[in-house]
Each structure stands twice: as structure tokens, then as C-alpha cells.
């Protein structure tokens, strides 16, 4: 299905007339939420779907939320060597499904204070699957075995509304030990960064050269650079902090880990060559410790480079380096726990559309391009800006004058996830306005937050 973005035409609004120049949003608050079980490429999996999401979740193998598809694009990278596969725990051995799973921090085999991070109960473990809901939302959970190994119990549930795209996800961690034990839980999420015409995720040669991963920098940051690169060259040009504060990440075929003490709690994926983008969510905890002091880690599959004994260079011939994928990953806080206790991690995924610039994550979307407010001199307003939005509903200008004071709301345009929004517009300036901030509100009247906030520009002051 051919999709197009949402383009707002030159149109005057008064402050006694509201109309949108898009078609009225999908009935879609009327269709239900489903949990049903399918066949997923060979697994007996378990769908969670509304009108613009599918979840597909196999909970024999470790739990998995194996693939988020949204308006028809699939976003998690898939192991076309395993699909429809499961292998039980292997101690030494590591089966990499893809899909979204918990794990634990600190990896490592210094001791029984570091989790090795192979095939054991918590990756591979067989999950209990349970239906708590469905309807007007979705909701399952997924129970883990506990591991004696770590003394742990995973506990998630999965939520998804009827009327939005929005994913949520509370991950619990239970110490089933008779001692005190201190771990953090992590969302590990393999992002497909295969060329999707290719449907083939397995092969270098088929990597997306336009795929990126954005999250604000701390910065008062504890790590040089405002990131540590825990694995691979330090001197790697496909990573950096933008002029405006963003940690950018250039997917390209390399093995490399980069940790970042993020405080804004958010993470975007972004597909440029699909137009498409999933940000994740979480609160950052500034009264605990995180693991090495990383909230949020990216790690990019490749080949890793290694140095012989004679000191030279090489690129490793691993054949679980051939995939293309990169994994986002957020942490949790540090949690001590006395035995019984449990502790909780809360996060969610926004699936939109997206463009060839990013410029942000605000409360009801992504900005693609930055807004710009021009005050003419025959008095009306003019927008223009594009933005991917998480919520059904309608744009709606809030109009404020130089004391704040509120002007009037007017009603843009429709917008719908699925679609990326275009806005070029001019309307009947209220008043004086001095500033504008541009909202996304559902039928109802639910005001989901600011998509950008921007001064009103007289056209002769640019």
C-alpha cells in the first residue's frame, strides 16, 4: 500500500472556525485489540495487534518479543538461520534469535557478581504465557523459569492499546535466592539494518547504509567524548555529539559497543531509506547507579577487528558477525534485593514515520524538520515544518502573545501515525501572537503534548 505524507494547503482560519485539511482520522478507536496465536515462520507464536501494530511474541524461547511490525513495516531483525528453531539451554553456547528480550548487568565471568551472558535459563528458558486482557487493550505476560545460576525470575508484560501504536512494557525481577543479590535488568532490541527489498538480514553485502540511532547527551557526562566505546576503535567516524547535544550513531558493518549515562530517557531509530522510526522511552533514575554508569548502550554487528600475535590487524571471519543488525539497549538502575523482593523496569516503544533529517523527540512525536512561525505583514501566520507523530488525532496551533497569555487553538490538520505530517500553512493571526506551540489532541479532547515550541517570527525581521 502506497502511503502518502500529510501535506496542510494555504487555508485561513478564524478563531470561530476549526476545520482540517486532511480526511477525518480512522475509525480505528472502534476496532478492538487482539491476542491470537499464529505461525510465525515456523514458531507457535502469539500476536498482540490493533489497527496500526503486530506483535509477534514466542514464549518458548526466552520470552521473546520476536517482531514489531507497524503499517506495514517491519522494524526487528529475525536469524533466518534459527527461524521457527529452538534449542534448549547449551551452557557455552549462544543462540541469537533476534527480537526484543530481557537480560542482565554486568555481563562478564569475573565472578557470580557478573552474568556470562550465554544459552541458560534467561536467554533460552521456556516463558509461561498468560492472556490477561484484550478488547479496548491488549495486555499478556511472560514468566520466566528461575535461574539458580543468578538467582533471577523474569516477569514482563506487554500492553498495547486499540487506539494507538504506543507499546508498553513493565519488566519485573525477582530475587528467588535466600540472599541478597544486586543486578540491573536490560532491554536488549536487535534492529533489522538489512536492505528490506533484499529480505535477507543474514549477508554484509546487503546492510542499509542510511540507517541511525539518535539519544541526547549527557552533558555533564562522566564518559570522554560524552560516550565510552566499550568495543571497537576508538576512533570511529560513524559516531559523534552533534552541535545540538544528539548522540549520532551511522549504522555501518563493524563490530562496536558505545555506552552513553543518558538522562532525557529516550532513544530513536531511524530508517532514512524507509522513512521509518521507533523511539523508546524510559525514566532516568538520577538517585540510583547504573551499570558502569550506562543507561543506554548501541552496539552495531560486523566483523571484528583483531590484532594477531605479531601485531597485525584483522577482520575476524566469525560467522556471527555476518547478520546486519544493531541492537539499542536500555538499563535499568542498579536494584539490590533481599530474597523475595522484586523491582521493576518501566518502558515504552513509539513506532512513526520518519524523514531524512532528525531533529528530536518531543511528547506527541519526532521532529523531522524543525518548525518555523512567520508573522507577515498582512497579519497572518505562517507554518511549516514535518513531524511523525505518536498519536491519532488532530494538530492543533496554540496561539500566545509576548506575556504568555493564550490567544486562541486552531485546528491544523488530521494526523494519523502512519503518516508523516508536511506542514505548510498560513492562517489569520489572533492578536498579537509571540510564540507557538503546535499540539496533537484525539476526538476526546486528550492533549497527548507539544510536538515543538517556536517564537513567532515577523517576516521582516528574517
Not at 541469537?96 to 528458558?125: A, F
Amino acid at each position: 500500500m502506497r502511503r502518502f505524507g500529510f501535506i496542510v494547503s494555504a487555508v485561513v482560519f478564524t478563531p470561530l472556525l476549526l476545520c482540517a485539511m486532511t480526511p477525518a482520522p480512522a475509525d480505528s478507536q472502534n476496532e478492538p485489540c487482539r491476542v491470537e496465536p499464529v505461525d510465525y515462520k515456523g514458531w507457535q507464536a502469539k500476536q498482540l495487534s490493533n489497527h496500526w501494530v503486530q506483535l509477534i511474541v514466542v514464549p518458548q524461547n526466552g520470552g521473546r518479543l520476536m517482531q514489531v511490525t507497524f503499517a506495514r513495516h517491519s522494524y526487528l531483525f529475525v536469524n533466518p538461520r534459527l527461524a521457527g528453531k529452538y534449542l534448549p539451554p547449551t551452557p557455552g553456547k549462544w543462540f541469537n534469535y533476534g527480537g526484543d528480550k530481557l537480560w542482565l548487568l554486568p555481563e562478564g565471568n569475573d565472578d557470580e557478581q557478573h552474568w556470562v551472558g550465554d544459552s541458560d535459563l534467561l536467554d533460552d528458558g521456556s516463558f509461561a504465557f498468560r492472556k490477561i486482557s484484550e478488547g479496548k487493550q491488549c495486555e499478556i505476560e511472560l514468566a520466566g523459569p528461575a535461574d539458580p545460576q543468578t538467582g533471577i525470575q523474569f516477569v514482563r508484560t506487554i500492553r498495547l492499546d486499540a487506539d494507538a501504536p504506543r507499546i508498553r512494557f513493565h519488566a519485573v525481577m525477582k530475587n528467588v535466592t535466600g540472599h541478597t543479590l544486586e543486578w540491573s535488568m536490560q532491554s536488549v532490541s536487535q534492529y533489522d539494518t538489512g536492505i528490506a527489498s533484499s529480505g535477507d538480514s543474514s549477508s554484509a553485502a546487503g546492510f542499509n547504509h542510511d540507517f541511525w540511532t539518535f539519544t541526547p547527551a549527557n552533558p555533564a557526562s562522566s564518559y570522554l567524548n560524552r560516550y565510552h566505546v566499550r568495543f571497537g576503535p576508538a576512533q570511529n567516524t560513524s559516531v559523534g555529539v552533534r552541535d545540538d547535544g544528539l548522540f549520532t550513531l551511522h549504522y555501518v558493518h563493524m563490530a562496536a559497543e558505545l555506552w552513553l549515562d543518558s538522562t532525557d530517557g529516550w532513544l530513536a531509530v531511524v530508517d532514512r531509506a524507509s522513512k521509518y522510526a521507533m523511539v523508546e522511552r524510559f525514566a532516568y533514575d538520577q538517585n540510583k547507579p547504573y551499570p558502569g554508569k550506562a543507561s543506554v548502550i548501541f552496539w552495531t554487528n560486523g566483523p571484528e577487528m583483531r590484532l594477531s600475535k605479531d601485531g597485525v590487524p584483522s577482520l575476524s571471519a566469525d560467522p556471527d558477525a555476518s547478520p546486519t543488525y544493531l541492537e539499542a539497549e536500555l538499563n535499568s538502575p542498579m536494584c539490590r534485593l533481599r530474597p523475595g523482593e522484586s523491582c521493576a523496569f518501566d518502558t515504552e516503544w513509539f513506532p512513526t514515520r520518519s524523514g531524512s533529517e532528525f531533529h528530536g523527540v518531543q511528547d506527541a512525536g519526532i521532529v523531522i524538520r524543525p518548525l518555523q512561525s512567520v508573522l507577515a505583514q498582512n497579519g497572518r501566520v505562517g507554518f511549516s515544518g514535518s513531524f511523525g507523530v505518536f498519536f491519532l488525532g488532530h494538530l492543533v496551533a496554540h496561539f500566545y502573545d509576548e506575556h504568555g497569555s493564550p490567544l486562541g487553538n486552531f485546528r491544523l490538520a488530521n494526523v494519523d501515525p502512519a503518516e508523516p505530517v508536511v506542514l505548510e500553512t498560513e492562517v489569520a493571526a489572533p492578536g498579537k501572537p509571540a510564540r507557538v506551540s503546535l499540539h496533537v489532541e484525539d476526538e476526546r479532547g486528550v492533549d497527548y503534548g507539544s510536538l515543538e515550541e517556536v517564537p513567532v517570527v515577523a517576516q521582516d525581521a528574517k
